[in-house]
């Protein structure tokens, strides 16, 4: 079992910047991708950015070049480094974690991007 822990989201002005944190509980043994989704109003959850635990990274479109996904192997954490945001960037923001191949996710964090 493992639990997350996300913090950093908020309300920001377009063209502001925020950073998503989330902490893993446990062993790092068995952990290989982590990553973030979200889920905006009346929409379907949609992957926004992963990294393996070699560093390879995989951004959705809408967010390529102004999202960044880092992790911390020996913490257990994984952060997204939110630039330039859109108001469609507005959505609750799930932590993720698949740990001996099965998926976690954390409670979610809010952000919210004002025009």
């Known amino acids: 079992q493992v639990q997350l822990v996300e913090s950093g989201g908020g309300l920001v002005q377009a063209g502001g910047s925020l950073r998503l944190s989330c902490a893993a509980s446990?062993?790092?043994?068995?952990?290989?991708?982590m990553g973030w989704d979200r889920q905006a109003p009346g929409k379907q959850r949609e992957l926004v950015a992963t990294?393996?635990?070699?560093?390879?990274?995989n951004y959705a479109d809408s967010v390529k070049g102004r999202f960044t996904i880092s992790r911390d192997n020996a913490k257990n954490t994984v952060d997204l480094q939110m630039n330039t945001l859109k108001p469609e960037d507005t959505a609750v923001y799930y932590c993720?974690?698949?740990?001996?191949?099965?998926?976690?996710w954390g409670q979610g964090t809010q952000v919210t991007v004002s025009s």
């Open positions: 993720s974690v698949r740990k001996f191949g099965v998926d976690y």
């Open positions: 446990g062993s790092s043994l068995g952990i290989n991708v």
């Open positions: 990294i393996t635990k070699g560093g390879r990274t």
